[in-house]
T-cell receptor, first 113, second 114 residues
Framework: AQSVAQPEDQVNVAEGNPLTVKCTYS??????LFWYVQYPNRGLQFLLK??????LVKGSYGFEAEFNKSQTSFHLKKPSALVSDSALYFC???????????FGTGTRLQVFP | DGGITQSPKYLFRKEGQNVTLSCEQN?????MYWYRQDPGQGLRLIYY???????QKGDIAEGYSVSREKKESFPLTVTSAQKNPTAFYLC?????????????FGPGTRLLVL
């Protein structure tokens, strides 16, 4: 069965410091991996996705994610955090041949000035 | 949120009442989805539709119903059989369901029980 785990409920980081939000997955076959961000009382906004190719994927707002097949991870990163990055971040995975996108439980990112 | 609209933003349900949440998209996407979001549980799939006049149950379909009479519309009805309907409901669409298309989300509807 497909699953995705976000091991941290909350990540705190100071503005200007690098940030990492962790995600690990379990699927049969090659995964399709996604990151979304949600601001309070809003829908999810797409950040980036990994389908195939380069393991480092660049997305919106300066975010990037690294696909690591041996560790089954897809961590979200940003070199320098902004206070405005504070939000809820979701990792999602879809296995080959399925229609469904499985979401993690979300990680709340808090960036302090 | 662009291209997908959900209404109303807030909805109040009385006990025993059915309520319908609207979802419309102008992206010409084939596939549409309904998710329920509860604190600490992420998003759970209620129903999805790959094409007009066809839809499939997701992981938590009990107490909900949908229709897909038009490509751009996918309304969700929360029936009186859904005993714990208080949640944030999100509609999404993608170019098609079977490939690697990105799902794009609407702004959501918050359903509260009176």
């Amino acid at each position: 069965a497909q699953s995705v785990a976000q091991p941290e409920d909350q990540v705190n980081v100071a503005e200007g410091n690098p940030l990492t939000v962790k995600c690990t997955y379990s699927v049969s076959g090659n995964p399709y991996l996604f990151w979304y961000v949600q601001y309070p009382n809003r829908g999810l906004q797409f950040l980036l996705k990994y389908i195939t190719g380069d393991n480092l994927v660049k997305g919106s707002y300066g975010f990037e994610a690294e696909f690591n097949k041996s560790q089954t991870s897809f961590h979200l990163k940003k070199p320098s955090a902004l206070v405005s990055d504070s939000a809820l971040y979701f990792c999602a995975v879809r296995g080959k041949g399925t229609d469904k996108l499985i979401f993690g439980t979300g990680t709340r990112l808090q960036v302090f000035p | 949120d662009g291209g997908i609209t959900q209404s109303p933003k807030y909805l109040f349900r009385k006990e025993g009442q059915n309520v319908t949440l609207s979802c419309e998209q102008n992206l010409n996407h084939d596939a549409m989805y309904w998710y329920r979001q509860d604190p600490g549980q992420g998003l759970r799939l209620i129903y999805y539709s790959q094409i007009v006049n066809d839809f499939q149950k997701g992981d938590i379909a009990e107490g909900y119903s949908v229709s897909r009479e038009k490509k751009e519309s996918f309304p969700l009805t929360v029936t009186s059989a859904q005993k714990n309907p208080t949640a944030f409901y999100l509609c999404a669409s993608s170019m098609d369901a079977g490939a690697i298309g990105t799902q794009y989300f609407g702004p959501g509807t918050r359903l509260l029980v009176l």
